[in-house]
């Protein structure tokens, strides 16, 4: 940046100003429209839902994400002001996928029940839990959509579908560079 006028103090102070707002504006730390964790049941030692819970609310926790929509950990999240994503293992995908039926059941046991009875501030169903890792060798690509259709169908039934949006979790290695380079980034193959 160049000041032009030399000669006026004043129209430097101006500029000054300019930059300290500018670097403000950069700098200083501003809050973020939420922060959220991953909840896990996998664990030698488990907490108690209602301990984890409170660790959440204690640290400024307002999102969580399961693995799973365990009966023990929704009840734990009543009325917890904390919003939700429940989750559907990769293990139950042809099931729901081959059965409008069976999602329709799982939306009224693990979706529906808990945000009319329970208080649980269900956002987001998670279909599947990365079934496109590539160990996986392709396993669940052919249920994934069609399970996630029925679950969506099962939601508007419900009259749920404004509340609660339904998503596929994809791991990183979606992801690929073939030159190694950032600017070479481009999905595998076969999640085109
Ligand atoms: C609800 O979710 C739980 C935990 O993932 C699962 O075991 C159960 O089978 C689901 N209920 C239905 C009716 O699909
Ligand atoms: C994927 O393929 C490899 C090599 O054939 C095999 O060892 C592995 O068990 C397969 N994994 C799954 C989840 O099918």
């Known amino acids: ?5 030399k000669n006026t103090t004043g129209l430097m102070g101006w500029w000054w100003w300019v930059v300290v707002v500018l670097l403000a504006m950069v ?3 501003r809050p973020v429209g939420g922060i959220g964790a991953n909840w896990g049941t996998q664990a030698t ?9 409170g660790l959440l609310r204690d640290n400024g926790f307002q999102k969580v994400k ?7 950990t929704l009840n ?8 939700v994503m429940v989750g559907i293992p990769n293990d ?13 059941n799982w939306v009224a046991a693990n979706v529906s ?11 987001y169903v998670a279909v599947g839990n990365e079934p496109f890792l590539s160990t996986y060798n392709g ?5 994934t959509f069609p399970a996630l259709q029925n679950i969506q169908s099962a939601l508007i039934k419900a009259g749920l579908s404004s509340q609660v949006k339904v998503t596929i979790p994809l791991n990183a290695d979606v992801y690929e560079t073939s030159t190694d380079l950032p600017s070479g980034g481009d999905f595998r193959s076969d999640i085109h």
């Not at 940046?1 to 006028?5: D, K």
Request: hydrophobic letters at 45%.
């Open 66 to 72: 399961l693995f799973d929509a365990e009966e023990g």
């Open 92 to 104: 139950m995908l042809s099931t729901l996928a081959s059965s409008v039926q069976a999602a329709e």
């Open 45 to 53: 030692h488990p907490l108690p839902p209602a301990t984890v819970v």
């Open 139 to 143: 396993s669940f690509l052919g249920t």
């Open 27 to 29: 700098v200083v730390p």
């Open 1 to 5: 940046m160049c000041v032009i006028n």
């Open 113 to 123: 029940s808990h945000i009319s009875s329970n208080g649980v501030d269900i956002r």
């Open 76 to 83: 734990a999240l009543s009325k917890s002001g904390i919003e």
